[in-house]
């Protein structure tokens, strides 16, 4: 009986499209004026690696940059996002909080599991009021290992959960569930591949198609 879902959030809540390229335009560009970058913005590069924590993204695609520089660029980046966020520019994927409301009245509890940093997902949570529903948002900050199985398994033990899912766009949520004994729901989204969506335990199109899955799990 799957009575808590843990969310991931990015290609799975929140449409991060809207505002990636736009924020790691200006990361980059920034990065093009201190003439430390003479490219263009690798955003397909970033694209493949979605997902992973920000201090490997920028490992990945500033190897050569010293590691004072790739915290500049991070912060650079962190507080675009959040600017973009806050001024409407991204978007939440649809139904989401149509689902959040069916999933709260039908008992079930709502975490937040992500590999984004503690300020941005505040940014998203409060900008789109996911706290009405969202019992608590974990952010990789919060653990050393930056393993998200290892994100999922505090949720886990802090609220004592012992039935429920992971639901997530990516590898590393399918892991997270099957790591701790949970259900792995993958998303079939914008960042979604589908190598790694074959081992979830079940894919869906559309966040309403939670609905029906949890009705039966809970048969």
């Known amino acids: ?3 808590s879902l843990i969310f991931d959030m990015d290609g799975t809540l929140f449409q991060t499209d809207k505002i990636l390229e736009l924020s790691l335009d200006d990361a980059f560009s920034r990065l093009r004026s201190l003439d430390k970058w003479d490219k263009e ?4 590069k970033y694209r493949e690696i979605m997902g ?3 201090p490997k993204v920028w490992e990945t695609l500033l190897p050569n940059h010293s590691v004072k520089e790739r915290e500049q660029m991070d912060t650079y980046f962190l507080n675009s996002l959040i600017e973009n966020i ?3 520019k991204g978007a939440l994927y649809p139904n ?11 008992d079930f509890s709502i975490y937040i599991a992500s590999n984004g940093l503690t300020e941005y997902l505040k940014a998203i949570v409060s900008y789109y009021h996911l706290d009405k529903w969202v019992t608590e948002t974990f952010s990789i900050q919060q653990i050393e290992s930056l393993n998200k199985s290892d994100l999922v398994q505090s ?12 639901v997530g766009d990516r590898l590393s949520d399918i892991n ?6 949970l259900v792995s729901i993958g998303c079939n989204f914008d960042f979604a591949r589908e190598d790694e969506l074959s ?6 199109d559309d966040l309403t198609e939670l609905q029906t899955i949890l009705t039966k799990l809970n048969k």
């Open 176 to 181: 997270a569930a099957k790591d701790n004994g």
């Open 1 to 3: 009986m799957a009575q």
């Open 86 to 88: 806050s001024s409407g």
């Open 52 to 54: 992973i924590p920000l």
């Open 155 to 166: 949720a886990i033990k802090k609220y004592g959960i012992t039935n429920g899912a992971v």
């Open 199 to 204: 081992q979830a335990d079940m894919v869906i």
């Open 41 to 44: 913005t690798p955003i397909d």
């Open 96 to 106: 989401v909080k149509e689902v959040f409301s069916y999933l709260k009245e039908n």
